[in-house]
């Protein structure tokens, strides 16, 4: 059983260039989501993907946007980065999908560590 | 926005201490608080998941307590050892949502 794997590890951009971030589910995990956690803050929740449809979305502007293919991994896009958005992005899978009942955990990945110049 | 709160925010204990911290959640409309332990440059991983008010928790040397009346979980770690330092996670699931918010978490730090 594979756990969640994602790309790149690290990465450096421009402010104002743009960004895409991948991410695998866990094997048997239909809904993704992603989460930005910047320094000193816990884990901001950004959207969550099921069945390739969002399904829920924090407080985040429309350039983040997301997708997520029939194999269940996803990508999160960030256009015209901003300082602000430098931070760690993880993204976790878990079953169950629309309907989460409470005890569904989340599977996390190591993470993604943007830093935007 | 859901407040859920974490503190201490860091803690540093020495090998064999027992220790414990807390998460505050809202009280009303409450589904499930997890637990998780994210170890420096690892993935966070799933402790507990507590879903009834009362829930008890344990593994190994630690613990949770759930009290969802009054908006609050604990967790212990008893007999603290350098393999426990981490940043520990609570995340509530509630107010019309199944999809948790994270507090910030406490760090920490087990010195041999």
Redesign the interface.
């Given at each position: 059983e594979t756990?969640?794997t994602q790309s790149p590890t690290h990465l450096i951009k421009t402010r104002g260039q743009q960004v895409t971030l991948r991410c695998s589910s866990q094997s048997g995990h239909n809904t993704v989501?992603w989460?930005q956690q910047a320094l000193?803050?816990?884990?901001?929740?950004i959207f969550?993907y099921y069945r390739e449809e969002e399904n829920?979305r924090g407080?985040f502007p429309p350039r983040f946007s997301g997708l997520q293919f029939p194999n269940y991994s996803s990508e999160l896009n960030v256009n015209a980065l901003e300082l602000d958005d430098s931070a760690l992005y993880?993204c976790a899978s878990s079953p169950g999908g629309g309907?989460?009942?409470?005890?569904?955990?989340?599977?996390?990945?190591?993470?993604s560590r943007l830093t935007v110049l | 926005i859901l407040n859920v709160e974490q503190s201490p925010q860091s803690l540093h204990v020495q090998e064999g201490d027992s220790t414990n911290f807390t998460c505050s959640f809202p009280s009303s409309n409450f589904y499930a608080l997890h637990w998780y332990r994210w170890e420096t440059a690892k993935s966070p991983e799933a402790l507990f998941v507590m879903t009834l008010n009362g829930d008890e928790k344990k593994k190994g040397r630690i613990s949770a307590t759930l009290n969802t009346k009054e908006g609050y979980s604990y967790l212990y770690i008893k007999g603290s050892q350098p393999e426990d330092s981490a940043t520990y996670l609570c995340a509530f699931k509630g107010g019309g949502s199944y999809i948790p918010t994270f507090g910030r978490g406490t760090s920490l730090i087990v010195h041999p």
């Open positions: 756990g969640v989501s989460y000193g803050q816990g884990p901001q929740f969550q829920g407080n993880l309907g989460n009942s409470g005890a569904n955990v989340l599977t996390f990945g190591a993470g | -």
